[in-house]
């Protein structure tokens, strides 16, 4: 029985790849889905995951319900549930119900309940942080730890706990993640509601709280920073909700003595821990274009790159760089993202010009089953996404979990996108049909930017159509030199290469992207 | 429909007409053995005449005060002529029977028009009904009881045989006539020409504000149920010809002929027609019976009775279409395809009725429909109440109407009459500030009284001026024994229990040492209210047997005096006979009982109650699978609420019961949880079967507060129900802390500590917490803490240094410019430590002192308990450490434990002779206690808190 199911599952994948020949190849085919199945009456409103075993075998899973579960057997691809049956096609092509085998069942365990909506997870941290579970609940980062191995946590320690909370529905904590310093960086989100106005200290801030629990508030100015992650150097970046003071969905890097742009934060500075000095008492001016709001407010720190709304999400979470050496498709190094409302996971590619990085979004995988509001890396190139979507909206459903995993084949993509003093340069996955990669007609480019002003959210502004005068194919047909009139700093340059075709007669999986040009090399 | 019921009625008639023709021969109908002379002369009032003792009489007869408003003239004027006649075993005499024809007519006259001055003439064309009204009504009037006393006019419904019943085979074929013609029935006399559908239901609805004898008993009717059993009593009133506004609106269902757009209902054919009492879908079904769906419209039309002049608003929210009319004016448009859509109107009405129509329409998908409306001087909008919607039903007309005016002169005349004729020894007049009028009629004394005078009441030929009964010999012969062994002689407590079982016809219903109870023909009219696999038992009032060693005070009261309905499931109620009328009959069933059940006492200890609890939990014997538990009740559970159980029952019977369930009810579907006295749970108590019942009874008798059986959880499934460890939950708690953690216990007593001031913040008792206005949408409420009894620990640090007993207690720091008051610098939460049981302790450090607080709980009868249990460690010297127990307006020392406000009661135990003291201070007491170190620099101090 066993092997017949498994003959089916090589016929569907056989399939699959016959479809390639005859029609445009989808995300399917290279990244596909697999549904955990959920135990009746488990609400899997995922907040945070990470593994309690170096082998990456037992996932843990905090919830918005305050829960802390851990599933076994994950990695199957036909999942079941305890007393489940599967249905498979036997040699008639009649359906016919088997029992799951031992290791395709997905055990759970409820390990805690009770936490405050914990909305981030790390397990045995290192860096000198006492072993066990981190979660960042709303009031507190959180240590818990089962101390006999029963799978039950015994101890739940209150690791740090010096921001604060008014009782504001919208004050969520996100976090922890470990930068290059070591430390544990939480990000905290401003009240919502009333007159707006932080009534705790550190609301929209990030901080960070040493293996001591001490706490150093590193920045002001975030809204809704629903998800926080490093890229492989260390450096760590938050994504932000569009809103009041945010024009659209963002990225960006988290530094010391900048200010990312919400006031909300600046409310803070006066307390003796702060380390941002406020510049001035009508800090910061507003309704500029952000290159004038750049010019005119010192620290302030322009977003990594913008996720223009609603194409690239709508409420962007989770960011997980690339450290699976290729075992995920060909992105090493680069960084995931997820969107929530959405429900899709995106792909950036950042590099440093003029000591700031800057960089560029591209789609990436659409159509998962919960919110994508949180990442996690699996074993043998795949990925966790699992989320909630509690009053936002999203995703097929309202919660729960899915594994994503590389199917082996490269799909045709822009690998990377780097700006150029005359324009930009692209590399792909795959060789090029340097006919058609060369053929200025295959693109299309246009660019716009936002204003930094207190309204929620912002249309495009200035927006308008770039030339491009010439396309360049690589000698190796790996790259193409795209040379473009009127680049404009701080303006986003949408590029569209719906021509461009691969060596081998495929189009781009996803030909656009999407690159915030905060500045433009010199050379 | 319309003419099956016309048929029904003629039948019913016909069958009503037979069974008449035993009446004459029944005598008055107050002995239901005929022969019980007893009981005859009290429920006939002799000693409202013939006086016994110097003891005021007492008018048991019905209270004519308002008699005017209830009953017509032209009954009033027939039934004074000839009592027995018109009502036949009527206890009303004819008092007339002496006076020549037209003295006699004379006489009826000016007594009817006295009586109809008292509140009348009455508005006889005021009444409507619908079949559908009267359709019910018959159902409820055979279901609910009536037919115990009353007779049946239909045939009984067949009853699947219980399976447990080892009784005789049914009988079948029986003709109803038959049966009826064996069985003592109080008859209804000439009900259509008496009184309307209006006052009959009110009358129905408190019989005893007539008739305090109760022998009519309160039926525990609902308003509405009262009007239809009064309609159906009246049915032959019933007149098409004549119109009446009827509670209710026509309603009429038409299929297929919309899309989701209110169709032109005149082009339609509807496929069902009724009445409806208000605008609720689910009340409507498809003729099969099966629930709306898919494509339908619905058409509600009558009248709509404004208590004002003004603007009346309206709402409709309707998926899809609907639109509302008032007088041919559209007043809310929402018509046409779309979800739960909400639209607002408004329109000038004047006090009284006005004509209405509402048209529903329903496409594809959900639907629903609600209309609200707000009168001119209502402050928030409501649902509109029943009685202001009606219909135009078919008039209910009593019978021989007659314009009638009272003619004062007349009246006067009756009114002396009245007095003396002795119709005031029965009857009370009193009307509002009218006082009764006095009775002028002199009769011998009872000592007197002469039982065999040929002219007598008990005589063949009563004088003229007497009082004439229709008595029959057997009821004659019957009074005269008692009157020669003194009516009046005290009985045994069995006797006084047979003796008043017998006056209210209890045996009608209840078996009990092996007398009475229902015969085969009356038991099937006994119906479920909810079908339940319950057998007979599920329909039939319970035996009596053991009654008075089964049932306490509490019992009896709620059963015969507070109308409590504790047999949900059963279509009939326990009938409510007025505490001044047999309220001494809880202790006569107690002293007649004595012995019958072996006596017990069970054991009793707070760890009994949670053994009990798992007892009855799905894990264990499961008898919450049948029983509810308060309001909350596992689906089909439909057996009797067991936390009422240990407040009705008295615990010996309990045990007895639980041993046996077959000896002391046969063929109760109660199981045997202990076969021969053997456990299914050996390892719960030993196995020792009396004492799991004790654990039962235990659990029991400690209402909810025994916490909740596992596998209950609330209706409201966002209810977290600690059933075996406690529930940690932290939360945004309103009124304490966004740093909230609560310790839910099963005990049904929980606590909430606040993380962020680093002190117990307050304890509770009942339902534990709702997730709902923390896990739903955006969730942007606080948790409240349910339940009642909400006890909050006092304001500022728990601890503190003081330099002397006098130095105040300071406060929390205060809120900065931003942000919120926290407790002093140096004090550190630091978190929490489950136990082995999954219990809490929270720890934090207070500048050097570190604190392990461990919150508990404990179930106990009478009062609600939170132990706090502190173990203090110094890492450093620390005098003048004080705690601060509890603050009030008064605290006072009595014994061991300390007051605060005649209601908190502290009990507080340390290891280091530490002594809690009070002191005043800032207008208030505050229980102070000192902290002080041995010498490893540890204290410990228990509180025990009960309220």
């Not at chain 1, 697999?34 to 995951?49: K, Q, R, S, W």
């Not at chain 2, 720091?813 to 919120?820: D, M, N």
């Not at chain 2, 014994?895 to 340390?910: A, P, R």
């Amino acid at each position: 029985m066993v092997n017949l199911r498994r003959s089916v599952t090589a016929l569907l994948l056989f399939c699959a790849s016959a479809a390639v020949a005859q029609q445009p190849p989808t995300e399917d085919d290279y990244y596909r889905l697999v549904t955990i199945p959920l135990p009746d009456g488990v609400v899997l409103e995922v907040g945070g995951m990470d593994w309690l075993d170096q082998q990456k075998t037992r996932l843990a899973i905090c919830t918005r319900r305050g829960e802390v579960w851990v599933l076994d057997n994950v990695y199957s691809d036909q999942p079941a549930l305890a007393g489940q049956k599967l249905k498979v096609k036997n040699e008639q092509g009649k359906t016919v119900e088997v029992d799951p085998d031992p290791q395709d069942i997905v055990r759970f365990k409820q390990m805690l309940f009770g936490l405050h909506e914990p909305l981030g997870m790390m397990v045995n941290p290192g860096h000198g942080y006492p072993d066990g579970i981190y979660m960042a609940q709303r009031t507190e980062l959180t240590r818990v730890v089962d101390e006999d191995g029963d799978d039950l946590i015994d101890i739940v320690e209150t690791f740090g706990d010096r921001w604060e909370v008014s009782g504001s529905y919208h004050e969520y904590a996100f976090g922890p993640k470990i930068g290059k310093d070591g430390r544990m960086w939480i990000t905290l989100n401003r009240p919502f509601g009333g007159g707006q106005e932080a009534q705790a200290y550190w609301r929209g801030w990030a901080i960070t709280i040493d293996n001591q629990g001490k706490m150093t508030p590193i920045c002001p100015g975030l809204r809704s920073p629903a998800g926080l992650g490093s890229n492989q150097a260390g450096d760590m970046f938050y994504t932000d909700n569009q809103g009041d003071h945010v024009a659209a969905g963002k990225l960006a890097h988290m530094k010391l003595n900048t200010f990312q742009g919400n006031p909300v934060g600046l409310a803070s500075v006066d307390h003796p821990l702060s380390t941002f000095e406020n510049p001035g008492k009508d800090y910061p001016k507003l309704g500029l274009k952000w290159g004038e709001a750049m010019k005119v407010n010192p620290r302030l720190q322009a977003p990594t790159l913008w996720f223009p709304y609603p194409r690239m999400g709508r409420s962007q979470t989770d960011i997980l760089y690339d450290s699976t050496k290729g075992k995920f498709g060909p992105f090493q190094d680069q960084l995931f993202v997820g969107d929530l409302t959405t429900a899709q996971v995106m792909r950036v590619f950042l590099e440093v010009v003029d000591g700031e990085y800057q960089g560029v979004c591209f789609p990436f995988r659409r159509g998962f089953q919960p919110p994508a509001l949180r990442m996690a890396w699996g074993n043998g190139g795949s990925m966790f996404v699992g989320g909630s979507s509690r009053g936002w909206g999203g995703g097929a459903r309202p919660y729960g979990l899915q594994r994503m995993v590389w199917t082996g084949e490269t799909p045709f993509e822009i690998h990377e996108m780097r700006a150029q003093p005359d324009g930009f340069e692209l590399t792909f996955t795959k060789p090029v049909d340097p006919a058609t990669a060369g053929d200025l007609s295959s693109y299309a480019m246009k660019c716009w930017t936002y204003n930094y002003y207190s309204n929620y959210g912002d249309k495009p502004q200035d927006e308008h159509p770039l030339k491009i005068t010439q396309a360049v194919v690589s000698g190796d047909k790996r790259a193409v030199k795209l040379v473009v009139e009127g680049l404009s700093p701080y303006y986003i340059h949408e590029l569209r290469a719906s021509g461009v075709r691969s060596a081998d007669g495929l189009p781009i999986l996803h030909p656009e992207a999407y690159y915030t040009l905060n500045a433009i090399p010199q050379k | 429909m319309q003419r099956s019921f016309l048929l029904w009625m003629v039948c019913g008639s016909v069958w009503f007409g037979v069974s008449s023709l035993y009446a004459n021969d029944l005598g008055v109908h107050v002995g239901w053995g005929s022969d019980n002379g007893r009981i005859l002369f009290e429920q006939l009032n002799c000693t409202a005449c013939h006086a016994d003792s110097d003891a005021a009489p007492a008018r048991q007869g019905p209270r004519l005060g308002a008699v005017g408003q209830r009953v017509t003239p032209q009954f009033l004027r027939a039934f004074l002529e000839n009592p027995q006649q018109l009502k036949p075993g009527t206890a009303m005499p004819d008092l007339l029977h002496g006076l020549a024809d037209n003295k006699r007519r004379e006489t009826v006259d000016r007594l009817v028009h006295f009586l109809v001055s008292l509140g009348g003439p009455m508005d006889q064309r005021e009444s409507g009904s619908s079949l559908t009204q009267l359709e019910r009504g018959k159902s409820l009037y055979h279901s609910a009881g009536c037919v115990a006393c009353h007779p049946a006019y239909e045939p009984p419904p067949k009853h699947e045989a219980d399976p447990a019943t080892a009784g005789p085979e049914e009988a079948e074929g029986q003709e109803v006539e038959e049966s009826e013609s064996k069985r003592a029935v109080v008859r209804h006399g000439e009900l259509a020409m008496k009184t309307t559908v209006d006052a009959l239901a009110d009358f129905l609805a408190d019989p005893l504000r007539i008739r305090p004898v109760g022998r009519m008993p309160s039926m525990n009717l609902e308003a509405g149920e009262a009007r239809l059993i009064a309609a159906y009593l009246l049915r032959d009133q019933y007149t098409e010809k004549e119109s009446a506004p009827g509670v209710g609106l026509d309603a009429a269902l038409y299929s297929g002929v919309t899309n989701s757009s209110v169709p032109d209902f005149e082009k339609a054919t509807p496929v069902w027609e009724g009445t409806t009492t208000d605008f609720d879908l689910k009340k409507i079904t498809f003729p099969d019976g099966k629930p709306l769906k898919g494509n339908f419209a619905l058409r509600f039309q009558g009248l709509i009775d404004v208590p004002e002049d003004g603007l009346y608003r309206f709402w409709t929210k309707s998926d899809d279409g609907s639109m509302l009319y008032i007088d041919g004016q559209t007043v809310v448009s929402n018509d046409g395809p779309h979800g739960p859509t909400e639209k607002e109107g408004s329109i000038q009405l004047a006090k009284g009725r006005h004509v209405l129509e509402l048209g529903f329409a329903q496409g594809s998908g959900g639907f629903e429909l609600s209309v609200f409306w707000q009168p001119p001087s209502a402050k928030k909008r409501s649902a509109i109440p029943p009685g202001v919607l009606l219909h135009s039903a078919a008039a209910m007309l009593p019978h021989g109407i007659v314009e009638f005016s009272v003619d004062p002169d007349k009246a006067e005349q009756g009114r002396k009459l009245f007095a003396s004729l002795g119709c005031a020894a029965c009857h009370d007049t009193t009307q509002d500030t009218t006082p009764a009028v006095a009775n002028k009629l002199t009769a011998r004394p009872l000592a007197k009284l002469s039982a065999d005078a040929a002219d007598g009441c008990l005589g063949e030929r009563v004088a003229a001026g007497r009082p004439k009964f229709g008595f029959n010999a057997a009821q004659r012969a019957g009074l005269r024994a008692a009157l020669n062994r003194s009516a009046t002689a005290p009985l045994t407590p069995s006797q006084m229990v047979e003796h008043t079982m017998q006056s209210y016809h209890c045996y009608g219903c209840h078996v009990r040492d092996g007398k009475g109870g229902p015969d085969d023909q009356t038991a099937n009219y006994f119906a479920y209210e909810v079908v339940v696999d319950l057998g007979d038992e599920g329909r039939l009032p319970p035996p009596l047997n053991e009654v008075g060693a089964k049932l306490t005070e509490t019992g009896f009261a709620g059963m015969l005096f507070q109308g409590q309905r504790y047999r949900t499931y059963m279509a009939t109620r326990m009938p409510q006979y007025g505490k001044q009328n047999i309220g001494h009959l809880p202790a006569a069933f107690a002293r007649a009982d004595v012995g019958k059940i072996p006596p017990y006492k069970p054991e009793f200890s707070n760890r009994l109650i949670d053994d009990g609890r798992q007892l009855v939990g799905t894990k264990m014997l499961a008898c919450i699978n049948c029983h509810a538990w308060g309001d909350l009740r596992l689906p089909g559970a439909e057996g009797m609420d067991f936390v009422q159980a240990a407040q009705r029952l008295q615990p010996a019977w309990f045990h007895a019961f639980l041993s046996d369930p077959q000896k002391l009810k046969p063929r109760t579907r109660m199981p045997t949880a202990w076969p021969d006295g053997k456990s299914f749970f050996p390892d719960l108590l030993d196995g020792d079967a009396d004492l799991q019942m004790d654990a039962i009874w235990a659990y029991l008798s400690v209402g909810r507060k025994g916490g909740t059986p596992p596998g209950l959880s609330p209706e409201d499934k966002s209810i977290l129900v600690p059933t075996d460890d406690p529930i940690v939950f932290r939360t945004f708690l309103n009124g304490v802390s966004a740093h909230a953690i609560l310790v839910g216990y099963r005990q049904r007593t929980h606590v909430a500590f606040d993380a962020n001031r680093i002190k117990m913040a307050a304890a509770w008792t009942g339902d534990f917490v709702s997730t709902k206005p923390v896990w739903n949408g955006r969730a942007g409420q606080y948790a409240q803490m349910l339940g009642s009894d909400i006890v909050r620990f006092p304001e500022g640090p728990a601890f503190a240094v003081l330099e002397s007993d006098a130095t105040p207690w300071p406060e929390d720091l205060p809120k900065a410019k931003i942000g919120s008051s926290r407790t002093r610098e140096g004090w550190r939460f630091l978190g929490y430590r489950y136990d082995k049981d999954r219990n809490p302790t929270f720890l934090y450090n207070l500048d050097g002192v570190e604190v392990a607080e461990t919150p508990g709980t404990d179930f106990r009868r009478e009062e609600a308990v939170v132990f706090r249990r502190l173990r203090l460690q110094a890492n450093r010297s620390k005098p003048n450490l004080m705690m601060l127990v509890a603050r009030g307006n008064e605290i006072t020392r009595a014994g061991d434990h300390f007051v605060v406000d005649q209601k908190l009661n502290y009990k507080i135990s340390t290891d280091n002779q530490q002594e809690p003291f009070v002191r005043e201070s800032a207008g208030a007491h505050e229980l102070l206690l000192p902290i002080r170190f041995n010498g490893q620099n540890v204290s410990n101090v228990e509180i025990e808190l009960t309220w």
